[in-house]
Structures are given as structure tokens and as C-alpha cells.
Antibody, heavy 120, light 108 residues
């Protein structure tokens, strides 16, 4: 069965950096687009970033563009999110999610999330 | 940027029907997807492409989409349906994925 397991969350000071990972199993990782979606405490869902199945194209929410970088290693079945210049408003649970196909569709599987707290 | 608006809350008695709306400019021209999220859990897809259900989702969950409003309908509501529900579309003009503001469904 499809499994997505996020890791790398924690507490970081404003202006700091953190790298999240998402280990995928139960499907052919290299054939599907992947996303990061976040949820601030008590708030709604916010799409963060998307990467195509082969890493050829990446898209970002305006709120993180220029600070966050999505990447993937298909040989390791792992998705990453490098987060730089972190702000208090980046505090959230970060979910990785699988695209049902590749581009322009929706999310059929989600991980359980990893909490990122940006605080001094 | 494209905006999706949902009512903050919907209350419904057990056995009745809950309707959750998702408003957006000409949303009828887009494919709308719906997610259920229970407290402390990850979202779960309940309807995709306006009205299709993933395997394992009860027939009580249905969707429609026309004009400026998409609707998720939950028939014969059960206590276990109490959750937050989010609509979602892909905005091709910006290559962004957009979520609605979310609706909390309370079963009375």
C-alpha cells in the first residue's frame, strides 16, 4: 500500500533553514508528481510546492517562492523541501502528497505530516 | 490569484443531508476535488473530478459543479462524518493548486 513518511521537522529560529524529507513506498515513485502542502495551527490547507515526476518542472506558492526549494531523488524514492529564510508565518504541519497522475490534478495520498515551528 | 470561498461551518442532524458549497469565479469550468480532514489526521480525498468517488468512500458522498459554485453533498449524515472539508482546484493560469477556506461540519 502507498506510504508517505515525512521527517525533518523541528524548532528553528527566524531566518534559519530546515530540510524536510518524505520517504515514499508502495508505488512507482518516479512516475508521479509530488507536492508539499502545509497547515498552520488552527488554519486551513495551503499548497506549497509541486515537482513533476522527473523533476523537470517545479512550481511554488507565492508565499514561499525564492525561499523554498522542492526536489526529489527517484533512486531513493524520496521527496525533499529545503526551507531557507524561515519566518514565524511558516510555522505549520507540512504534508507531502502524491499527485494522482503528474500535473494539474489532485492529491490521492497524503503523509501524516511533520511539524515545523519557527520561533526565537 | 484564484480564490475559493466556503462557509466556515455547517451543522446537520444525524440522518439528514449536509451541503457544503465552494464558490469561485467560473468554477464550473474547472475540475473540483474535495478532502475530509478529521482532527489530528491528514486529509483524505472523498470526491474528485467534481463528482467521482475514490474506492472505499461511501456513496453517501457526492459532488456537483456548475457556474460559480461547486457542492459536496453528504447524505444520511453520520457522527463519523464530523470533520473539516476542503475543496481544491488547479488554476491553470498560474500553475497553482488552490484550496478552499474550509468548512467545519458539526453533527448535532
Amino acid at each position: 500500500q502507498v506510504q508517505l513518511v515525512e521527517s525533518g521537522g523541528g524548532v528553528v529560529q527566524p531566518g534559519g533553514s530546515l530540510r524536510l524529507s518524505c520517504a515514499a513506498s508502495g508505488f512507482t515513485f518516479s512516475s508521479y508528481g509530488m507536492h508539499w502542502v502545509r497547515q498552520a495551527p488552527g488554519k486551513g490547507l495551503e499548497w506549497v510546492a509541486f515537482i513533476r515526476y522527473d523533476g523537470s518542472n517545479k512550481y511554488y506558492a507565492d508565499s514561499v517562492k525564492g525561499r523554498f526549494t522542492i526536489s526529489r531523488d527517484n533512486s531513493k524514492n524520496t521527496l525533499y523541501l529545503q526551507m531557507n529564510s524561515l519566518r514565524a508565518e511558516d510555522t505549520a504541519v507540512y504534508y507531502c502528497a502524491k499527485s494522482v497522475h503528474d500535473y494539474g490534478d489532485f492529491f490521492d495520498y497524503w503523509g501524516q505530516g511533520t511539524l515545523v515551528t519557527v520561533s526565537s | 490569484s484564484y480564490v475559493l470561498t466556503q462557509p466556515p461551518s455547517v451543522s446537520v442532524a444525524p440522518g439528514q443531508t449536509a451541503r457544503i458549497t465552494c464558490g469561485g469565479n467560473n468554477i464550473g469550468s474547472k475540475s473540483v476535488h474535495w478532502y475530509q480532514q478529521k482532527p489530528g489526521q491528514a486529509p483524505v480525498l472523498v470526491v474528485y473530478d467534481d463528482s467521482d468517488r475514490p474506492s472505499g468512500i461511501p456513496e453517501r458522498f457526492s459532488g456537483s459543479n456548475s457556474g460559480n459554485t461547486a457542492t459536496l453533498t453528504i447524505s444520511r449524515v453520520e457522527a463519523g462524518d464530523e470533520a473539516d472539508y476542503y475543496c481544491q482546484v488547479w488554476d491553470s493560469s498560474s500553475d497553482h493548486y488552490v484550496f478552499g477556506t474550509g468548512t467545519k461540519v458539526t453533527v448535532l
